[in-house]
């Protein structure tokens, strides 16, 4: 039973269907492997000397009935794959289920004909049925996994609710086309992180996307159709009619893609596990739908340079400025303008922001710095251009670039047309923030950012985080002050898609995350096409040989476990 997260309330009654949903899946996997472990040793035994049925009174078809029995067993456990199987025909969808009732159905189709028209003992005990119930095992552990994932994204959400974002996209069209302005993005796709109160549609959203559909849609029609024809040539160089519908079955059960569902979920969780460790989550494939066609992120410059090391070299006061009143007057303008050195100034004053000067009418002038009113006086925080540009008298050129070596830089600070004070700063950017920002720019997303410091250009940028030319881009102060109105909102709800704890390291580690999952299913999808044509090719090498008693249940499972432990090594040694 499938329960919904509303609220706190529900957070007990979730977890708890979580963990009865884990045990009936174990249970089902214990049952249908032990089933397949059976079939597989009757199948090995009766392959001895070419037919050994002493246990079945000397009769094949006793075999037969028993491998067909536990095929129904096994199909049984499986009911749910089979009524979706037949209900996704109607609406023309193929995916895993389709696989395993496909599979079943090709057992039971050789062993039916098996009781009818099998003309040799040796022919009989090549059952490949057993390798039917691979399929329903690979699912089962699929939905294991899936399971898992949803239980431990549900702990992570549900553990510190008053700190709850998610990644969304700009949604006002006129907001997004102005960040993006002067770029050829076409439609905009921005992401930014946003605080919301409550991540909803958890359960559902969880479930919602099925991604299995491509790869089914190639490999079920085609491997069909290549095991018909192989069926045919068979039965044309054998004469036998059981030969080929066993051609036609061991085709099926070896080319079509049976550890897709299991592969689908091992991605997902792969990822969800490290972010999870940063309080993060990718919830489903529909998250993933929703964010891979991103084309740009927005920060706040001031979130990434946070906790980086960005400090307070020194200062000069000018006019008979006191140190603590410039100390003042530039902090309340810094801070109240969430520029990059607010965290500094914030330290300064010892986090006493009630000390904060009332900051009035505060713009931010592009590329030149913070304008302002505070008790009825013209504030100027910014850079040389700014004095400048409002005819205050500038120190001397040649002080500021002695000030300037190193890797510093300053910042000017001027009350009612004068000068009052230099400080020498040093930025230094959080190298986690900056190691994923390199990530998303090779996911091809631009990378906006907002600030008010004269002193974070693009170059800059592109220096302090390592990134090509012409991937960053500051927007202007118009477009900032949209995107800060949209960033101060907190929606009550917002579907639980991305969801992290408000850290930029969670938010960028996340969307790069689903890039990452994106990737592994385009990759895995081609490698699983490849294992498919290769199984095709096996199949048909031997039956042009007439010796398809070398292709049993065995030999079928194990080439498809192969294929699935190769398909997830990649996944299962992800890492940050």
Not at 233 to 260: R, V
């Amino acid at each position: 039973v499938v329960r919904e997260y509303f609220g706190p309330r529900d957070k007990d009654a979730v977890k708890k269907v979580f963990s009865m949903e884990k045990k009936t899946i174990l249970v089902k996997l214990a049952a249908v492997s032990g089933i397949c472990l059976l079939m597989t040793i009757l199948s090995l035994v009766a392959g001895m000397e070419n037919g050994n049925f002493e246990i079945y009174g000397n009769n094949e078809f006793v075999y037969v009935l028993v491998q067909l029995l536990l095929l129904v067993i096994a199909s049984a456990v499986n009911y749910k794959s089979f009524i979706e199987a037949f209900r996704n025909i109607q609406s023309k969808i193929l995916n895993v289920d389709t696989v395993v009732a496909v599979s079943a159905i090709a057992g039971f189709i050789q062993c039916l004909t098996a009781f009818i028209c099998a003309d040799s003992v040796e022919s009989v005990a090549r059952l490949t049925a057993g390798a039917a119930v691979v399929p329903m095992i690979m699912k089962l552990a699929g939905e294991f996994v899936r399971c898992q994932n949803d239980s431990e994204n549900f702990n992570v959400i549900t553990e510190d609710t008053d700190n709850c974002y998610s990644v969304e996209n700009i949604g006002d069209e006129d907001t997004a086309n102005e960040i993006a302005r002067g770029l050829m993005l076409g439609n905009p796709e921005i992401k930014y992180s946003a605080k919301i109160a409550f991540p909803q549609k958890f359960v559902e959203l969880s479930r919602l996307a099925e991604i299995t559909g491509p790869i089914c849609k190639i490999t079920i029609p085609a491997m069909a159709g290549a095991g018909l024809v192989l069926a045919i040539i068979a039965i044309i160089k054998t004469g036998d009619f059981f030969a080929g519908i066993s051609t036609l079955t061991a085709t099926l059960l070896m080319t079509l893609p049976c550890s897709a569902g299991l592969l689908s979920a091992i991605n997902l969780r792969a990822t969800n596990k490290l972010l999870n460790e940063d309080g993060a989550v990718i919830n489903g494939y529909s998250a993933v739908d929703d964010a891979v066609n991103t084309n740009g992120v927005i920060i706040d410059a001031c979130d990434a340079f946070e906790q980086g090391g960005c400090n307070i070299e020194g200062m000069k006061t000018y006019h008979k400025m006191r140190i603590d009143e410039a100390i003042l007057y530039t902090a309340s303008v810094v801070i109240a303008s969430g520029g990059v050195m607010a965290e500094v100034f914030d330290g300064v004053i010892i986090g006493k922001r009630e000390l904060l000067l009332p900051v009035e009418s505060l713009a931010y002038e592009e590329k030149l710095g913070c304008s302002c009113w505070i008790h009825n006086h013209r504030v100027l925080v910014g850079n040389r251009d700014l004095l400048v540009h409002h005819n205050v008298e500038t120190p001397d050129k040649d002080l500021e670039e002695k000030f300037k070596s190193n890797g510093r830089n300053v910042i000017y600070l001027a009350i009612e047309g004068k000068i009052a004070a230099m400080f020498v700063v040093v930025y230094k950017a959080n190298q986690e923030t900056a190691r994923y920002l390199r990530e998303l720019e090779k996911d091809g997303l631009t990378i906006f950012f907002r600030t008010s410091d004269a002193n974070i250009t693009e170059k800059f940028l592109e220096r302090e985080f390592q990134l090509p030319s012409n991937v960053v881009k500051i927007i202007n102060p118009v477009a900032g002050e949209m995107f800060s109105k949209v960033k101060s909102r907190c929606a009550d709800r917002s579907d639980a898609k991305i969801i992290h704890n408000g850290s930029m390291k969670s938010m960028l580690a996340a969307l790069h995350g689903t890039f990452v999952i994106n990737n592994f299913v385009n990759s895995s999808r081609l490698i699983q096409i490849i294992a498919s044509v290769i199984g095709a090719i096996i199949i048909a090498i031997f039956t042009f040989m007439s010796d398809m008693t070398q292709i049993g249940a065995l030999q079928i499972g194990i080439y498809q476990i192969i294929w699935a432990v190769i398909l997830s090594v990649p996944a299962l040694t992800r890492k940050k």
